[in-house]
């Protein structure tokens, strides 16, 4: 398997992996634990180094690096996209609704009133039906492989002779 796709493939499944876990615990239910979800960061990045020292290591320069490392970051990105739809939509279909509770009994109890609660979670409900929700997290996963790469890509690439 080409090393883009195949680690592509490591960092969807591993992010998707630690996602499942993560809403399996109920940690998305916490404000104390809300921000273990952003350990997809770590693993995309530890993800991107392995996978960049490879394509380092079959010759790629520094723009080589940069389109490699947001491939394999759009490749990652469709299978979250998928995984993440399945999750909200068939394994966990309530993970929406703990995640609005969860907000608003912090907005309650940061002290906002009840009109102004009511408009956040209206302006939030826009963005967490499941298909959106996904397609961010793709998203997102792209945007930071892509600045993730042009950083790695400084550091890991081949030298020239």
Do not use: D
Request: glycine share 12%.
């Amino acid at each position: 398997m080409n090393t883009i796709v195949k680690t592509g493939v490591i960092l969807g499944v591993l992010c998707e992996i630690w996602s499942y876990l993560y809403v399996a615990a109920g940690w998305h239910r916490s404000p104390a634990t809300l921000n273990l979800f952003w350990v997809v960061l770590l693993i995309q990045l530890f993800v991107l180094i392995w996978g960049l020292r490879q394509t380092a290591a079959e010759g790629r320069g520094y723009g080589g690096q940069l389109v490699a490392g947001t491939l394999m970051s759009i490749v990652g990105g469709i299978l979250i996209l998928i995984g993440s739809y399945v999750c909200q939509t068939i394994v966990f279909p309530n993970y929406g609704r703990e995640v609005a509770a969860m907000q608003e009994q912090a907005m309650r109890a940061a002290g906002r009133s009840e009109a102004e609660i009511q408009q956040l979670m209206a302006m939030a409900a826009k963005t967490t039906a499941p298909i959106v929700s996904s397609a961010m997290g793709c998203i997102g996963t792209v945007i930071t492989g892509f600045v993730m790469s042009l950083i790695i890509g400084a550091f890991v690439r081949a030298k020239k002779a």
